[in-house]
């Protein structure tokens, strides 16, 4: 944290025009958006019930009924509210923004006087702050204090950032170390990071203040999630967290004491994101270094090659170093999500590329992987082998879907995969006063303001399709305009590198995995680089278990794997060549921007009747292997897959 | 199912006396029996209590109090009782039996006038057989049954086998096809296999027609566990069972139409057991043609190499085909010995030696694993790969101990362990009327009565650490007597064979697994036989997925598997080098009669701050191996095992 914060380039500024990419962020504004609002308001036959808009409609005393589903629903309506906010800041669409100033009145209705607001608590009358275990009022505000700021920074509309604002002066109101206050923070984090975006917002520094106490509080003893009466009592939400310790929740001890990443993957993701967030705002030193600490142990410990964490269903947590399992984890979509989005502040606070390896990481492989290319189906759970067969009748999968599902009772993942591909300018791009960060190789184009300097951003790839990205300069004002532009050039922290300027073949050397080129621009000044783009074989840490004697295949940041439709059924019996040259194929059936891989290997003869085990290594053939990206898996049918291969 | 019935010969009469097993069976009078019996009785500091005893003497009036631990707890008793009918039948100890005494007298004053006898149902006053899914009745029954019978065999005493067969009357008028009867059965099964044991001993027919009347009820619609009236209120006794599907039970549908093994393995195993002996017993053909179709699906779809079955720790069961994970299983103790149970009676009903080979296997592997060399700590799971590190922070894996326990509170293991080894001759030996079989290398001098002809035979054994078999007959009282003796060559269903004959080589043929030597037999006539006993590495069906590209190592019956005291951490780094040299060596703190083998591999080299994933591929190093049986492993303390090993 040696730098001043990077900021974001506004969402509204970036429009991405990517062969692949488009496959996603195409189906946001058409498909995604329209079909959630449908499921939120449980008009969908055949899928789960979200009772999202009815409890609301309930809290605001607009119909007579029950608060049904989890304690948590109200955040569907949030995390929908927040893409659409996202969408409407690139493309107005007036329908859709009526729909959504039609919730928020709803929201508006259902809020207390006093500010409170969570439909749970005010339908079923529960005490508040009650149960801050399970209770979930402080991740809901958090994500309803995310969806007001973005839908402010779209529309101008002040309602639901006041409507927020309301709720988070209650919050300060209840708690704080001052006397009378509670000094309790929430089981499930969220309000940290969504106060800290609260504050940019609105400038009220009580927000910040309120985010820090949550964060230093964290842990401390005696523990109020075991003081709270609901644990006294035997009284839970959730009947499972009776077994729950503490560390699922980040909650055993203080924060400063915590050095490494465990629990439930998504809370700490969020967790890691607030500390990120407070420390860089208040030039917490001590805070940010814990961060790296945890950071290091989540990604170089516990972190799957797809950029996802979580090794165990049971708790959706993280387990031990090294323990990544392939066909029995969790890797929730919202936990890749949330990877991404501590990486994003890490990076933003240090500049240094490595964050955004990972980040990449996640977002081409697991959070994609979340999505069906219809956008009506969600993979909540992303293991890298999965023989539906097995999945199937082994309850120790049971959590396992072998094909993506259409909505879940607990439907964390699909909107919060929406509202990420409808910010991806986030991840793509970060800005000082006179450098703009290139994070991402997706195409687009960007309207650019650096200080007084404006200019327009064309970047044109098809990475890792091909490593070939060339940018281009257009819209200055004056002839030569100084500022700097640093393109990441994944996983090279410190190398010499050749890129072309204006035609003109150049050398640099990266610092902090960035090619930062820093002169005076005018309009037409092209770059071209040449990214690595080989597809190669991996391996994992001989300490992971789960992968020794196996290699995997990679492209860039794309992880491949097989899949049935290509390659038959028995996947675990395939050996992959490593010393065999492996080519770019067409596959049927993939989306366009997206190639398969073909090497060479051998798989273990299949024999009907052969005895279960016998003495003689059992016959191999020479098989011809077919690779897709990881993230398209499924696409083309129920079928076996496989990210880790046996080597031959 | 061609031929007569084989028998048993009496434990009483078999005296083992083998360098290995003494290690086992030596501590079952001295150490095991007298340990659980304070177990029962709740005086074991530390461990779980059992309330076994405590509840008898509630039910009885001795005490005031109320049921506890779980409703078949009662069976604690039984299989105590059952271990030390079987140990006084080869050792009179007046102590012992005075105790096993007078805990029959309290059983019988437990017991209700009309005979019913379950301590939970009397105490809580629940409803009898109102809840068969759960209830553990006649489960407990069974128990009850079979110990009451091996106290009669040991004693000659009739009051507990009066007691039990009060009860199978009490069962037998309550239960049946006939109006006013119960047409159910039972949820966990066991009552099946002891009313025909029952039946034997007694004599009693309607024994035998209630155990048939249970097994074809089964699976019939509507299915009795869901219309009795506690699934109806979703009153249960185990919340668990509420998720659990009906052929969890096997009784999906009626036996005769359940051609897969699946389900509670020990359910499974227990009620196949049962078929297998109302099949023999009836001349049930069609039922028999049934036990062979679950065997072969169970052993050649279903089973680990090291003899046990259940894949899945939920729900503690069977999952589908060749789906054998080797870290996450069940593989419960008692499932190796309900394997144990019916292949020994596949083996009776057919003569053939396919079923001695699996139950060998399960013997010398998985149910001696269940037990320490010290004979007061068990494994209820026996994995065949454990990392502690692992273990202990993956939830996925909580059911997995990495030390073995003092006692359970669900103490099925120990005891049904207990009771095994103190009757291994129902595996060593069985007759019929002019044929000794001779099942297993356990050394041990047997006293045979073939009809009139009675002999002593002396086997002389150090399977499988050497291959020669010496058969000593003595104690003729003529001087040729014509019978058979049959030995079994494992693995080997048609083969031919070299053994000696007072010293003079001879070619013979095995038939079903058998070399059978039948002539005129004087004394002092000794058949010398040289059985494989060569290590060598196996391989399982590529359908394994988590096998492929593994392999283990075997001698004889005995799995062996690396250890982290003999090859240090970090044992799937590991990769063995199937084409060297194998020798045996002796391996320190490895008890009398075990011996570990030495070969070559490499291993990944573990290098502090290695990234977690990288391009090239991880450099190895030659390593020398030291791998033990896997029956012993974790006597030597805490650390990681895994039988499949990488191949080099």
Redesign the interface.
């Known amino acids: 944290m040696q730098c001043d914060l990077l900021r974001g380039v506004p969402n509204r500024k970036v429009i991405i025009d990517d062969h692949f990419w488009n496959n996603y962020i195409g189906v946001v504004d058409t498909v995604v958006l329209p079909f959630m609002w449908e499921l939120i308001n449980d008009r969908v036959e055949g899928a789960e019930k979200s009772w999202c808009i009815h409890n609301l409609k309930v809290a605001a005393g607009d119909i007579r009924g029950e608060h049904r589903g989890a304690v948590f629903q109200d955040t569907d309506a949030a995390k929908w509210l927040e893409a659409v906010a996202f969408s409407l800041q690139k493309k107005a669409d007036p329908r859709l923004e009526a729909l959504a100033d039609e919730t928020i009145d709803l929201i508006g209705r259902a809020q207390c006087e006093d500010g409170y607001l969570d439909t749970y608590f005010i339908i079923t009358g529960t005490e508040r702050w009650s149960n801050l275990m399970e209770g979930h009022e402080l991740y809901t505000a958090g994500h309803m204090i995310e969806a007001a700021v973005a839908y402010y920074e779209a529309t101008g509309k002040r309602k639901f950032l006041d409507i927020v604002s309301r709720f988070a002066d209650c919050i300060d109101r209840a708690f704080g170390p001052e006397e009378g206050k509670i000094r309790g923070y929430a089981g499930h984090p969220e309000i940290e990071l969504a106060l800290v975006k609260l504050y940019r917002a609105t400038g009220e520094e009580r927000y910040l203040k309120l985010a820090r106490f949550f964060l230093n509080e964290r842990g401390a003893q005696p523990n109020i999630f075991d003081t709270q009466d609901n644990r006294k009592c035997g009284k839970y939400i959730f009947p499972e967290f009776r077994d729950f310790d503490l560390d699922y929740m980040q909650a055993d001890k203080p924060l400063a004491e915590q050095t490494e990443a465990e629990g439930h993957a998504v809370r700490a993701g969020y967790l890691y994101s607030g500390m990120a967030d407070v420390a860089a705002e208040t030039g917490d030193e001590r805070m940010f270094a814990q961060c790296e600490i945890l950071w290091k142990d989540m990604?170089?410990?516990k972190?799957y090659?797809t950029g996802s964490i979580g090794?165990?269903?049971?708790?959706e947590?993280m387990?031990?170093a090294y323990?990544l399992?392939n066909?029995?984890n969790y890797s929730e979509s919202c936990a890749s999500i949330s990877l991404a989005m501590f990486g994003n502040r890490m990076f933003r606070a240090t500049r240094d590329g490595k964050y955004m390896d990972i980040v990449e990481k996640a977002l081409y492989n697991t959070v994609l992987a979340g999505i069906a290319l219809d956008g009506k189906h969600y993979f909540y759970v992303n293991p890298l082998a999965v023989?539906p067969?097995?999945a199937?009748?082994?309850?120790?999968m049971?959590h396992v879907k072998t094909t993506r599902q259409q909505w879940f009772g607990v439907a964390c993942c699909p909107p919060n995969i929406a509202r990420t591909l409808a910010s991806m300018s986030q991840y793509m791009y970060a800005q000082s006063e006179d450098c703009l960060y290139v994070n991402l190789y997706i195409q687009n184009e960007a309207k650019i303001c650096l200080g007084d300097t404006r200019f327009r951003l064309r970047l044109e790839a098809d990475y890792p399709n091909t490593g070939k990205i060339r940018a281009v300069i257009a819209g200055l004002k004056a002839e030569n305009e100084e500022f700097a532009l640093a393109f990441r050039i994944p996983g090279s922290p410190a190398a010499h590198i050749s890129y072309c300027l204006n035609g003109q073949k150049k050398e640099g050397t990266t610092e902090k995995g960035f090619l930062i080129l820093r002169r005076s621009w005018k309009n037409r000044d092209t770059v071209e680089l040449e990214l690595d783009n080989s597809f190669?074989?991996?391996?994992?840490?001989?300490?992971?278990?789960?992968d020794?004697?196996k290699t995997a295949l990679m492209r860039g940041p794309w992880v491949y794997c097989l899949e049935e439709a290509d390659n038959g059924k028995?996947?675990?019996?395939v050996?992959a060549d490593?010393s065999s040259e492996i080519s770019e194929v067409q596959v049927e059936g993939l989306p366009a921007g997206a190639r398969g891989a073909r090497f060479e290997g051998c798989?273990?003869?299949?024999e009907e009747n052969?005895?279960?085990?016998?003495?003689?290594?059992?016959e191999t053939e020479k098989v011809t292997l077919t690779a897709v990206p990881y993230c398209l898996w499924n696409n083309r049918g129920k079928g076996e897959m496989e990210v880790w291969m046996?080597e031959a």
């Open positions: 990604t170089e410990r972190m090659i090794s165990a269903a049971y708790g947590r387990t031990g323990d399992p066909d029995t023989d067969e097995t199937e009748h082994n309850p120790t049971s190669h074989f991996v391996y994992a840490n001989p300490r992971v278990g789960a020794t004697g028995h996947l675990a019996a050996f490593t798989r273990l003869k299949i052969a005895p279960l085990y016998f003495d003689k290594h059992p046996n």
